[in-house]
């Protein structure tokens, strides 16, 4: 029963992280009908980032809650222009070719940000500073719990909660669901499309960025190509909730989490990835419009 | 003669002489180059002809290379032996892979397509049944024997693999000129009018897979032989990517964009080993300025679709 619960806690934590990549993919495919392919590289750029700025401006020493948040706020920053910058080169000259030229041009610009990666930090694995975050645990009933998970877990649903109120309290949220919808229509309307895309890749790269920098405080190893995995798998997060859809994208994220820790725990790590693309091509062929997609008419 | 039979005949006259022109080098970057041709081709029969967006096309070329080396080296097939086998097990692991999920839209397959790679990749790695040799694959594939007759050079080789690309175009330009490839052609241009049409969408989808399979596998069988090794590394996502983006950013279905494609993904970095490094952040950059200014691709078919640049000059053809 304790390895059921500690992998609930750590499924629920790994959930969470691909929940927060997955709202990049999601809010793109919604409005743009594209697989951002180069959200995932970017999720691992945001990583290294957080990573330079921490040992450029405070060394090695053991930080503060302050310094923190300072790496949060500049990686958030850079990633954001980066994920627009992204947007501009690469994706906005296609927004009229054929799907596939779109997605070519998605591919490449994954590959440029991958090896740009590689290129600055080199091809070996860095490891995360331990001491960012304070190193308490706390055990709650033979379940060890770490003060990372918690931050984690509190961050993300205080995150996800603040854009779920965004998307559907707000003008500039019906302004993107509109968009969603019909761009031709919601163009009509007055709404600046181009600057809604903005939008759109400014928050997914926002949260990308956390999400990335969690992922270098909770599992501490960086690879220049790790952006592959995570982003597949938060982008099969998406398609489990349903792609498009913003509240899909956080409980396929966290039904993704849960799967990978009680598959890791129970049956095996090596073929992990496995069971994970399993589900996927099962999801698929059952109801590939996911979790919460809704049933749309064929596009011609 | 036409121009394009002109190009033709001396594509096929220069690559006939060409070991007899290089150094063994040279004669590598050749044979490398009719593989990855020939892989890329047989992907273009599923993207370019058939419209099926599959980013797995790795998966065939690796299942050939691998049913070649594993009946060779665990069982002791001959290496001509394995062929039949390198081309037909492709085709129906295609035929058993894509049949749940042809009728998927084009994303929905893409992504399918992905995580089948990424299966098979984990199921190389993980030395299924003790048979794939786990990361390092497998090594000491024979040499090829024609009736106790060793073709162990380079050049033999080499003109097996030229052979293969050969064969390739006739049955891609057989398959333009039948039934099977003006179906392919109008699911490709309108799939909701050639289905109103009474075109039967998932068996030719499933038959150009199939067949795209069966070609990439023979390809596979060659590459196995030429390096006399396989490992995982060769057959994984990264490779899927890169013959997903020959066919479109050379053009599909355009047999000179295929050959250029080919040419710039694979013998470029063969030619010069010190921008290996930087390579694919090249390729990457390329991929998408090439995507921006000729979405269509360097050299698109002109087969019933001409290029807006040529329209007022050349009239319709």
């Known amino acids: 029963m304790d390895i059921f619960l500690q992998q609930l806690i750590n499924g629920l934590t790994i959930g969470s992280l691909y929940a927060l990549v997955a709202l990049g993919y999601t809010m793109v495919y919604g409005v743009m009908k594209l697989i951002n392919f180069a959200h995932g590289d970017l999720v691992a750029f945001s ?254 | 003669m036409n121009k394009t039979t002109a190009i033709a005949t001396l594509f096929v006259v220069v690559m006939g002489v060409f070991p007899f022109l290089v150094d063994s080098a040279w004669l590598s970057i050749g044979i490398t180059f009719l593989v990855f041709a020939t892989v890329a081709f047989s992907q273009d029969i599923i993207l370019g002809r058939a419209g099926v967006f599959n980013m797995g096309h790795a998966i065939f070329f690796g299942m050939g290379a691998y049913t070649t080396a594993i009946l060779n080296v665990h069982f002791g097939f001959e ?53 794939t040799g786990g990361p390092n694959g497998i090594f000491g594939i024979d040499v090829v024997r024609v009736f106790g007759y060793e073709l162990f050079s380079d050049k033999a080789i080499y003109y097996i693999a030229f052979a293969l690309l050969l064969i390739t175009l006739l049955i891609i330009r057989n398959l333009d000129n039948s039934r099977y490839g003006r179906a392919l052609y109008y699911i490709n241009k309108d799939e909701i009018a050639a289905k109103s049409m009474g075109i039967n969408i998932p068996y030719y989808k499933l038959f150009a897979f199939a067949l795209g399979a069966a070609i990439a596998g023979a390809a596979g069988s060659v590459f196995a032989v030429q390096y006399s090794a396989v490992s995982p590394e060769s057959f994984n996502f990264m490779q899927s990517v890169m013959f997903f983006a020959i066919v479109l950013v050379g053009g599909s279905a355009s047999l000179p964009g295929v050959i250029i494609g080919t040419f710039v993904m694979f013998v470029l970095p063969e030619l010069f080993t010190e921008f290996k490094e930087s390579r694919y952040l090249i390729f990457g950059a390329a991929m998408v300025l090439t995507m921006v200014l000729r979405p269509n691709g360097v050299w698109p078919a002109t087969f019933g679709n001409i290029p807006k640049f040529l329209k007022p000059k050349k009239g319709v053809k």
């Open chain 1, 47 to 300: 990583a290294y980032v957080g990573l330079t700025i921490f040992s450029q401006l405070f060394g090695s020493s053991a930080t503060s809650f302050v310094s923190v948040i300072i790496i949060f706020v500049l990686t958030s920053i850079i990633v954001a222009f980066v994920g627009v910058l992204l947007e501009r080169l690469a994706y906005r000259p296609l927004r009229t070719a054929p799907r596939l030229s779109a997605v070519v041009s998605a591919l490449g610009a994954a590959l440029v940000i991958q090896n740009g990666i590689m290129l600055i930090w080199g091809p070996n694995m860095l490891i995360f500073p331990a001491d960012l975050l304070p190193n308490t645990t706390w055990n709650i009933g033979g379940v060890i719990i770490t003060f990372t998970q918690v931050c984690i877990l509190i961050l993300s649903a205080v995150l996800m909660a603040a854009l779920y109120i965004f998307i559907n309290k707000t003008k500039m949220g019906t302004a993107i669901r509109a968009t969603a919808i019909d761009q031709d229509a919601a163009k009509l309307m007055g709404i600046n499309v181009n600057r809604i895309i903005m939008i759109i890749f400014i928050i997914g790269s926002i949260l990308g960025a956390i999400g990335g920098l969690f992922i270098g405080l909770y599992y501490r190893a960086l690879i220049f190509d790790m952006g592959w995995l995570y982003g597949l798998s938060a982008f099969i997060a998406a398609i489990i909730g349903g792609i498009g859809s913003i509240p899909g994208a956080m409980i396929g994220g966290l039904l993704l989490g849960l799967f990978n820790a009680l598959i890791a725990g129970y049956i095996s790590t090596e073929w992990a990835e496995t069971f994970t693309f399993i589900l996927l091509i099962i999801i698929l062929i059952v109801r590939p419009t996911g979790i919460l997609g809704e049933k749309t008419a064929e596009k011609v």
């Open chain 2, 79 to 131: 290496i001509i032996a394995t062929l039949p086998f390198a081309i037909i097990l492709p085709a129906i692991i295609a035929l058993l892979l894509a049949g749940p999920i042809i009728h998927l839209r084009g994303d929905y397959l893409l992504v399918a397509t992905i995580g089948f790679n990424i299966i098979f990749e984990q199921v190389l790695k993980n030395d299924i049944f003790g048979l």
